[in-house]
């Protein structure tokens, strides 16, 4: 990052109006930060972001942000989301530093002050960065023991499921459990059963999937169902947790036992907005 930084603030003081100068000017940024130099970094993305003509400039003040969260500045990210919300509402950098921002405010105990936040990304126009927000708002919701509220949300992430990614079938996933938590088996299966179509479903979402189905089977009072369903995700190859309770299932079932259906299926969850490193080069969109 040293030499990096070196290589651009050469460039930028022998060429300070070529063409590439701009692109010079984020990078440079960019090597500042990585190479811990965060008042460099502060100092060079507040240069670009003040720029409404550089393409650079929403990624500049998200980056911004992230200096400041690491500074633990609350009062310069508030200014750095609030500039983001009017020079670029459209960009996908100002529902990530919302997003980022709720995180830390749910963090901090401030779950009032986060939701706001949540709700502002979930309205991107960016799909799986609506997702994620959208399942963040289901949690607070499920957290205070609101489930109308998180089923809203969580249905309102998984709207697109067939062409999102990880976090809309995380709010799949979530929707299907309220259903089941409410006592409504057959509506979870359905949700559960997005999932099985999904064509770029992953091995262990199909599995997660296939065991949230046998579950409700079981709920429904269909074990012959339950038992397909259950090896189905066992010949998914699943991680050991899935497998562990389809097997444990199969064998309460083949025995006749009455035992319950064993813990609801949890997918792994995707890394949040806002613990990356920078943003490194996306154009405003």
């Given amino acids: ?26 990078r440079l940024a960019v090597a500042r930060y990585a190479g811990g130099n965060v008042d460099g970094a502060i100092e060079s ?14 990624e500049a003040l998200y980056n911004l942000f992230l200096c400041r969260k690491k500074q633990g500045k609350e009062d310069e990210m508030k200014r750095v989301v609030a500039r983001l919300a009017d020079a670029f509402p459209r960009a996908r950098a100002a529902g990530q530093a919302r997003l980022a921002y709720g995180y830390w405010l749910a963090d901090a105990g401030r779950v009032a002050d986060a939701v706001p936040q949540f709700a502002a990304a979930a309205e991107a126009p960016f799909r799986e960065l609506a997702a994620e927000a959208a399942f963040a708002l289901g949690e607070r919701a499920a957290e205070a023991g609101d489930r109308v509220r998180a089923l809203e949300a969580y249905r309102k992430g998984a709207t697109d499921l067939a062409a999102g990614g990880d976090w809309t079938v995380q709010c799949a996933f979530a929707t299907a459990n309220v259903l089941a938590g409410d006592g409504k088996p057959a509506e979870a299966v359905d949700e559960f059963r997005r999932v099985l179509e999904k064509a770029d479903a992953t091995p262990e979402q ?35 947790e899935i497998a562990a309770t389809a097997r444990g299932r199969l064998a309460a ?22 613990t990356a490193k920078p943003v490194k080069g996306k154009k405003a969109s």
């Fill in 253 to 274: 079932l083949g025995g006749g036992g009455t035992t319950g259906p064993g813990p609801k299926p949890v997918p792994k969850k995707p890394g949040r907005t806002g």
């Fill in 45 to 58: 993305f507040e240069k670009v972001g003040a720029d409404p003509t550089d393409p650079h400039a929403p």
């Fill in 206 to 240: 199909l599995a997660t999937a296939d065991l949230g189905i046998a579950q409700q089977y079981e709920a429904l009072g269909q074990p012959v169902k339950a038992r397909q369903m259950y090896q189905s995700a066992l010949k998914r190859n699943p991680p050991a």
């Fill in 1 to 26: 990052p040293r030499e990096a930084e070196e290589i651009y603030s050469a460039f930028l003081a022998k060429h300070a109006t070529h063409p590439l100068a701009k692109e010079a000017g984020f």
